[in-house]
Every structure is written in C-alpha cells, then in structure tokens.
C-alpha cells in the first residue's frame, strides 16, 4: 500500500475510532501471528514483527503502520 493511501486510512480509522486516538505503549513482538493489521488491513505474517497496542481499542499493527498511526494520530509530528 503506498504512503499516501496508508497515511488517508489511519485518519479516517482514527476518525471513527477504529484506531486508538490516546498515547499507548506498544507491546513488540518479535514475529507477526498472522492476525489484521488494525490500521491496513493485510495479515501480519511470520516473517514481519509487529506491534501490539494494549488499552480498551487494543489492536495489533505492522512496524510501519504503528509509525505512520503515531504521526497521524499527534498533529504536531505530522
């Protein structure tokens, strides 16, 4: 998925509450589980580490996806 169109759905998910708006710590796991990505939807495969977000909207994400949601969800690192 390109930057652009990755960085477009984390804002709108982040919008409806589909993606945590609040600081969380991540929790990394060394390999994915084959789970959704919370923000693009594609399988965390085995061969990507991944990260988890604990909390009441708790998702799974891969390392480049958690980036591009910790930029969009604080506006001043945009």
């Known amino acids: ?22 600081p969380m710590p991540p929790v990394w796991s060394p390999v994915g589980d084959n789970e959704t990505c919370g923000a693009c939807g594609r399988s965390i495969k ?17 390392v480049r996806c958690f980036y591009y949601w910790e930029a969009e969800r604080t506006p001043s690192r945009r």
């Open 1 to 22: 998925m390109e930057e652009d169109a990755l960085r477009t759905l984390i804002r709108e998910k982040l919008a409806d509450g589909r993606l945590p708006q609040h």
């Open 46 to 62: 085995s061969r990507f580490v991944m990260a988890r977000i604990e909390g009441n909207n708790a998702t799974q994400l891969h």
